[in-house]
């Protein structure tokens, strides 16, 4: 992490091209604009700004997003000795990019200079086919996991988180999460307080951890048209720490237990015991990834009646303790040298 107090201005590349998704582009360059005003808040008056993004488009000039807004570019150069971070974002128009070989070769140029590399999206399947992701661990949007095992088996899947970071590659799964990484990447170049700093000028409830299911308890909560069942679900999600059991739910939205349980399960696809265990094991998975409190604290935040109940939901789902899955955590967020020679 670099010290506050020698703050060197870090230009941003980011790859854009006919179809990229502009919030991929928008979304974290307005988080690397609201660190620069922090600094200022704060009282840090930093020579330069903190962050300089540039957008990059392989000819340069005006190229049309997918949401058909376009945006002005710089063409693709020499200059990615200069560059920091070259973020790669996905979008309807990949396809076109993966086969423009110039713009792979850039790519391949380019990313050794960088410090680190970043995909949001479908940006991954970019930086495959460029022969940047062999052996690395990684995410895209869920919608596309299959895709991207089948076309690039050598590519190490994590299925279904937000973010994940191997060495100086980073990954996410776009959209909203290209903000909740890029917020990472400020709270590594410049600590935490800053990171939430910025989260709360642009009125994030909170920061999302790498891990954190793309399809969470918190939205599928909102999927229920029974507004009883909505109203239980976001419930569960709000109060699994006083560990509720189904006929607790049934008697408080005044519904038999049979009859709750039924159109629960009809409307959420799972049981409501099953969405409990669901929003307890992402609680814990929170807790143990953005914070140091013991495995008893963690257990009675996240709704298990103690540490050995929720070791035995981490075997269960996912085949790790809470302890060795809290190592994990903290091993990936070390960063790893780029290996040059795997180019």
């Known amino acids: 992490m670099s010290a506050v107090g020698a703050l060197a201005s870090r230009t941003v590349g980011f790859l854009a091209y006919d179809g990229v998704q502009l919030l991929s582009i928008a979304g974290p360059s307005e988080v690397f604009g609201a660190a620069n005003r922090a600094f200022a808040e704060r009282g840090i008056p930093p020579l330069r700004q903190p962050y300089a993004p540039r957008i990059f488009s392989p000819e340069g000039g005006g190229v049309v997003s997918a949401s058909g807004l376009t945006l002005q570019t710089d063409p693709l150069d020499n200059e990615g000795a200069a560059l920091d971070t070259l973020v790669v974002p996905g979008g309807r128009g990949i396809r076109a990019i993966m086969a423009h070989a110039p713009t792979l070769d850039w790519l391949r140029a380019t990313a050794p200079k960088v410090r680190r590399v970043v995909s949001f999206g479908g940006g991954a ?32 899947l994590v299925g279904g988180e937000l973010f994940v970071r191997d060495g100086p590659f980073f990954s996410a799964a776009g959209g909203s999460a290209s903000v909740d990484l890029t917020l990472r990447l400020v709270e590594e170049d410049h600590g935490k307080p800053i990171a939430i700093h910025v989260a709360h000028m642009m009125v994030l409830s909170r920061v999302r951890p790498g891990e954190q299911p793309q399809l969470g308890a918190e939205l599928r909560a909102q999927l229920a048209a029974t507004p009883r069942i909505a109203q239980a679900a976001e419930w569960i999600v709000d109060h699994v720490f006083e560990r509720p059991s189904v006929a607790d739910l049934a008697r408080r939205f005044a519904m038999s237990e049979r009859n709750f349980s039924r159109t629960f399960t009809r409307e959420m696809g799972v049981s409501p015991q099953r969405f409990i265990d669901q929003t307890r094991l992402e609680a814990a998975r929170r807790w143990l990834s953005s914070s140091t409190i013991s495995l008893d604290a963690v257990a009675r935040k996240a709704g298990f009646s103690g540490a050995e109940h929720m070791a035995q939901a981490f075997r269960r789902h996912l085949n790790v303790t809470p302890h060795a899955y809290r190592q994990a955590v903290q091993a990936n967020d070390a960063a790893a040298p780029f290996d040059h020679e795997s180019l």
């Open 125 to 156: 399947f970019i930086l495959a086919r460029a022969g940047l992701m062999s052996d690395r661990r990684c995410v895209t949007h869920w919608r596309f996991e299959a895709d991207l095992v089948r076309e690039y088996p050598d590519v190490k």
